[in-house]
Structure formats: C-alpha cells, structure tokens
T-cell receptor
Framework: GENVEQHPSTLSVQEGDSAVIKCTYSDSASNYFPWYKQELGKGPQLIIDIRSNVGEKKDQRIAVTLNKTAKHFSLHITETQPEDSAVYFC?????????????FGKGTHLIIQP | DAGITQSPRHKVTETGTPVTLRCHQTENHRYMYWYRQDPGHGLRLIHYSYGVKDTDKGEVSDGYSVSRSKTEDFLLTLESATSSQTSVYFCAISLAQVTNTGELFFGEGSRLTVL
C-alpha cells in the first residue's frame, strides 16, 4: 500500500516569512495529493490539492508543487500570518478507481512567531 | 460545510465495554470513511463504505466493525473497548457520487477515552 512521509514534524517561522513542508510517497500509481490544515479541536480542512497532470498550483499565499519522477510534493506558504499556525497534513491516493481513501503523512506543527 | 455530524463528540468508557460512534450526513453521499488520529501517527483509515451495506477494511481495522444500513449513517463499533483505542475518531465523506475523485471532507471528531 501507499506510504507517505512528511517533514519536518515541527516548523517555527517568523511572521511574514515563508514556510515549506515536504512529503514523499511510495506508490507511483497515486495521482491525487491534497493538503489539510487542522486547528486545535477541529477536523482537518482541505486547503489545496494537486493532481498528477499538473506540476504546480497556487491559491493566494499557498502553493503546492509536485515532482512525479522523484515522488515528492511540497506545500509553500508565503507571507505567513498568525492564523496560519496549525497542524498541516499531506496525503496521497489513487483517484478514479475504488474508494480506498487517503493515506496521510504524520503532520507538521507550524508555529508562526510574532 | 459537507453536512457531517458525529456523535457523541466526547465519551469516556471502561475497558471491555461496547462503544458505537455515529456519523450522519445529510446529502446522500456515497463514500464514507472512519479515521483515527493519534499523536505521532497522523490519521489512519479504519474502515470505509462505498454504499449501503458495502464496506471494507482500512489500515487499522482490528478491533473495529462498521455498519451502513442506510445512506446517511455510518456506524463505527468497538465491541470490547481497550485502552489502545483511546483516540480521536474522524468521519469523512467524499462528495463524488460515482467515481471517487479523492477529496475528503471531515467531521469535527469524536474524542474517546477508554479507562
């Protein structure tokens, strides 16, 4: 089955700086790579995703890049703000087939220092 | 808002007792999932369903069973709870109606403590 590794486990950055979280996956058949943000006491919330026919996707201050050859993808947050503090999860799956669900990384606790 | 309601939101129980967690959705979605979240492990899939009475095991299914007798409800049962099942349980749905497109939307979670 799929295995997703996520680094770092904790990331502390100054407000206004950029943050980068990296993930690798093992199953070359995976073709859908979402990122989730989880605030304390809440469920994970989908913030951005990318499919394997695209190398990069941006949504305002958030971007995701995908390197299918190397089997890694990254989340980039620019101009970080206090409300970006949360736990972020990457995930991977093969979509278009069955209902197998997402395989998640173990999460990155992002801390934005004022 | 994907219209997911989990109940109970918090439960404390004793080892050996049965526990059932309920996930209720209001919009007739086909695919439903149960995950558990533990520190250092992220989210791990327990069971999932792709229709009424159609369920399958995930990565960490031992000690859990599920049922889906109607589209809107997906039940997770711990027949005899153990301390290792202390966790936060999340229900998720996919908005896809036919072919699963991958996106999952999560409920607010059910925190279970087994003493």
């Amino acid at each position: 089955g799929e295995n997703v590794e996520q680094h770092p486990s904790t990331l502390s950055v100054q407000e206004g700086d950029s943050a980068v979280i990296k993930c690798t996956y093992s199953d070359s058949a995976s073709n859908y790579f979402p990122w989730y943000k989880q605030e304390l006491g809440k469920g994970p919330q989908l913030i951005i995703d990318i499919r394997s026919n695209v190398g990069e996707k941006k949504d305002q201050r958030i971007a995701v890049t995908l390197n299918k050859t190397a089997k890694h993808f990254s989340l980039h947050i620019t101009e970080t703000q206090p409300e970006d503090s949360a736990v972020y999860f990457c995930a991977a799956t093969f979509s278009g087939g069955g209902a197998d669900g997402l395989t998640f990384g173990k999460g990155t606790h992002l801390i934005i220092q004022p | 808002d994907a219209g997911i309601t989990q109940s109970p939101r918090h439960k404390v129980t004793e080892t050996g007792t049965p526990v059932t967690l309920r996930c209720h959705q209001t919009e007739n979605h086909r695919y439903m999932y149960w995950y558990r979240q533990d520190p250092g492990h992220g989210l791990r899939l327990i069971h999932y369903s792709y229709g009424v009475k159609d369920t399958d095991k995930g990565e960490v299914s031992d000690g859990y069973s599920v049922s889906r007798s109607k589209t809107e409800d997906f039940l997770l049962t711990l027949e005899s709870a153990t301390s290792s099942q202390t966790s936060v349980y999340f229900c998720a749905i996919s908005l896809a109606q036919v072919t699963n497109t991958g996106e999952l939307f999560f409920g607010e979670g059910s925190r279970l403590t087994v003493l």
